[in-house]
């Protein structure tokens, strides 16, 4: 079943067409990755997926129920986590989730469980201070907790990481792949080293339109092979490698890397290697990257 079905949207402010005829869906308990670059058009695809904009054509479907614009039933499914999530500075963790919990309805024994549920989950349960005081991290993860309070069946992210450190975005990611069982995820966001980690599928948004998507492996196979990269005990050895095979990069001073679409093939490369007496510290051959394949999509 699929948790999310957008279908022929398309969204203009005033001329400027932000969004031109966009389709995908996101399976029900997955991860799905939403790439494109900023400005690219995937927060105004969230806000109509929130009911916050009106399309200008098309329809969005949130657990089968039809998303409309202004007051929206479908949000009853729905957990967002913005960019910059902001809270009351004054309140502790727990207090601002119960306070989430209050004015949404909840009962207050559920509340007061389901807060402690989340904030052991995000990493928060020993925290006792005041938000004034969180880092951005800590601030993105009682963000996630805020998100998930009321049990959504889609929880979307929007840039959740963009702004934190390498510790920070892996706190995050982490977090996202776990509460998996519990809801699905549309995680929007340009780090396209944090969506192949741990997006199963992707859908790449460029200047409004989606020019691809698919699971990692069917875009592996329809953007072409794999590069790969050779290693040498000397820089000049390295050097003189690139002069008689062009089209490569030198990583790290001794190792040469050859993209997909180099022209060279490895199986050439190394027979050229070993037939002049140099010496290999590493051989092989690395698959796409997700970047790789986004920038071949986009022509870049």
Not at 27 to 34: D, L, N, R, S, T
Not at 130 to 153: D, E, T, V, Y
Not at 199 to 204: D, G, I, P, S, Y
Not at 230 to 237: A, P
Request: proline share 4%; with cysteine; glycine share 10%.
């Amino acid at each position: 079943m699929n948790m999310l079905e957008i279908s022929h949207i398309s969204k203009k402010f005033a001329e400027k067409e932000v969004l031109r005829d966009v389709n995908f869906a996101v399976p029900e308990h997955a991860v799905y990755g939403f790439v494109g670059q900023n400005g690219a058009g995937k927060t105004t695809t969230m806000k109509l997926i929130l009911g916050l904009l009106p399309a200008g054509s098309g329809e969005i479907f949130v657990n089968g129920e039809k998303v409309s614009f202004g007051e929206n039933p479908a949000n009853c499914s729905i957990g967002y986590l913005p960019d910059v999530p902001e809270f009351y500075p004054y309140m502790t963790a727990a207090e601002y989730l119960n306070f989430c919990g209050a004015i949404t309805g909840m009962e207050g024994q559920d509340c007061r469980k389901r807060t402690e549920e989340l904030l052991e989950l995000v990493g928060l349960g020993v925290e006792k201070h005041r938000i004034k005081g969180f880092s951005r991290g800590m601030k993105q993860r009682l963000g996630i907790a805020q998100a998930l309070l009321n049990r959504p069946k889609l929880l979307i992210c929007d840039e959740p990481t963009s702004a934190l450190d390498p510790l920070g975005r892996k706190e995050i990611l982490d977090i996202l792949v776990s509460v998996r069982e519990q809801t699905t995820v549309l995680f929007s966001t340009h780090i396209l080293s944090d969506v192949e980690r741990i997006c199963e599928q992707f859908a790449f948004l460029h200047e409004g339109r989606i020019l691809r998507q698919g699971s990692m492996e069917e875009l592996r196979k329809s953007c072409g092979e794999a590069g790969f990269e050779i290693e040498l005990e000397q820089r000049q050895e390295a050097e003189k490698l690139m002069e008689y095979f062009p089209g490569g990069i030198l990583q790290d001073r001794t190792s040469v890397y050859y993209e997909p679409g180099s022209g060279q093939k490895m199986e050439g490369v190394l027979a050229w290697v070993v037939e002049n007496g140099i010496r290999i510290r590493k051989a092989e051959q690395r698959g796409l990257t997700l970047e790789t394949l986004f920038m071949e999509v986009i022509g870049r």
